[in-house]
Nanobody
Framework: QVQLVESGGGLVQPGGSLRLSCAASGSIFGFAFMGWYRQAPGKQRELVAIISSGGNENYAASVKGRFTVSSDNAKNTVYLEMNNLEPEDTAVYYC???????????WGQGTQVTVSS
């Protein structure tokens, strides 16, 4: 059974930084993709950043240059370094992982990020 456990959300002032972590377990063959989505109140869930097992990264235009996604494949862990945070970044951030071989999507429980003065 695949499980994703997130940590690192919280309250930060505009211009501040946060680092999110997500540890995945339960996939014998590992994960083809791991990354982050977010959902703000009244909005649809959107892609923030994703990284493949080969290290290819993809970012939403709104976070490019401010956020960095990275992973430790040996630990099945994905990170999101968020710098120069803006109030518009306020949302629940969800970890996402796609298993190798079966290609099934799994989601974490979500962690709240609030950017406010």
């Amino acid at each position: 059974q695949v499980q994703l456990v997130e940590s690192g959300g919280g309250l930060v002032q505009p211009g501040g930084s946060l680092r999110l972590s997500c540890a995945a377990s339960g996939s014998i063959f590992g994960f083809a993709f791991m990354g982050w989505y977010r959902q703000a109140p009244g909005k649809q869930r959107e892609l923030v950043a994703i990284i493949s097992s080969g290290g290819n990264e993809n970012y939403a235009a709104s976070v490019k240059g401010r956020f960095t996604v990275s992973s430790d494949n040996a630990k099945n862990t994905v990170y999101l370094e968020m710098n120069n945070l803006e109030p518009e970044d306020t949302a629940v951030y969800y970890c996402n992982a796609v298993t190798k071989v079966s290609g099934i999507n799994y989601w974490g429980q979500g962690t709240q990020v609030t950017v406010s003065s």
